[in-house]
């Protein structure tokens, strides 16, 4: 039976699973790309281990910034949709 007050009983959970896995792929990603073009650059100047690990320490502060902007939006627009709840129930009301 759904909740006739309008809120969401799981929406922070699931908000909470869903940035954690955006962020948890992010990471991934970010850390994957880095470490590619290190060995990629690494392989064509014969430099091996320079510019895997100059890409890899580089990778994570813009990994952990693009968390935390990742992160603000999310959180940004789940209180824009609480808001915008809110708003309809007091006109239904």
Do not use: Y
């Amino acid at each position: 039976m759904a909740q006739s007050d309008g809120s969401r009983p799981g929406g922070l959970n699931t908000l909470l699973i869903v940035l954690i896995g955006q962020m948890g792929c992010l990471t991934l990603v970010v850390i994957a790309l880095s470490v590619l073009a290190g060995i990629w650059l690494d392989n064509s100047f014969h430099t091996k281990p320079i510019f895997t690990l100059a890409l890899l320490l580089a990778g994570v502060p813009i990994s952990v910034i693009l968390m935390v902007f990742v992160g603000r939006k999310t959180l940004e627009r789940f209180r824009l949709q609480g808001g915008a709840t809110a708003a309809k129930e007091k006109e239904s009301l």
